[in-house]
């Protein structure tokens, strides 16, 4: 399984790169993906939090795994505020305001033009995923008040690390 970065590391920062390999190399990362997202557990994750630049994510929100490689949102609509975790923010969850319905678009593991979309967790993940190949985390998305409030308390309970990644407390698990 591959190690999931945390709050704090660079890589969760930068914007990902495009995949323009389509191999079996992509494919057995794909694989590890999924086997460390169900592991975490998670519904999504994306290639930067595993510390790979490249802009893809894998996501199983029921229906069974999938992959999306070079997503861009082109189409929104209606907005909700809801609890959301990040396994890059483990034991953590917040209010936030993402869109209701959503539709992206990008290619699939071989290379094919593909395109998802989907309303209430689908649309979550969505926007979750691809902030995540923008750099973006989901404290990015609370208002100027809240985000101050939530890096106090992400800085009360973990400590910072070797290469700017946090480690969580010794005492019980924290999974998001």
């Excluded at 997202?37 to 595993?50: I, N, T």
């Excluded at 034991?91 to 305001?97: A, I, L, S």
């Excluded at 290469?163 to 019980?172: A, D, E, F, K, V």
Aim: net charge negative; charged share 30%.
């Amino acid at each position: 399984m591959l190690r999931i970065r945390t709050f704090g590391d660079p890589v969760l920062r930068q914007a990902a790169r495009p995949v323009t390999d389509f191999d079996d190399a992509l494919e057995r990362l794909v694989d590890e993906m999924l086997e460390t997202m169900y592991d975490a557990p998670g519904v999504g994750l994306a290639a930067p939090q595993v510390g790979i630049e490249k802009a893809f994510f894998v996501y199983d929100i029921g229906d069974g795994p999938g992959v999306l490689c070079n997503p861009q949102i082109v189409e929104t609509s209606g907005a909700h505020r809801r609890e959301e975790g990040c396994l890059s923010v483990p034991g953590f969850w917040f209010e936030v305001e993402r869109p209701e319905w959503v539709v992206a678009r990008g290619v699939d593991i071989k290379g094919d033009p593909s395109e998802l979309s989907g309303e209430g967790l689908m649309a979550r993940m969505l926007a979750h995923e691809i902030d995540h190949l923008n750099g973006e985390l989901l404290i990015d998305r609370l208002e100027k008040a809240e985000r101050k409030a939530a890096l106090k308390e992400i800085r009360q309970v973990f400590e910072f690390g070797g290469g700017g990644s946090l480690i969580p407390p010794r005492h019980g698990e924290r999974k998001a």
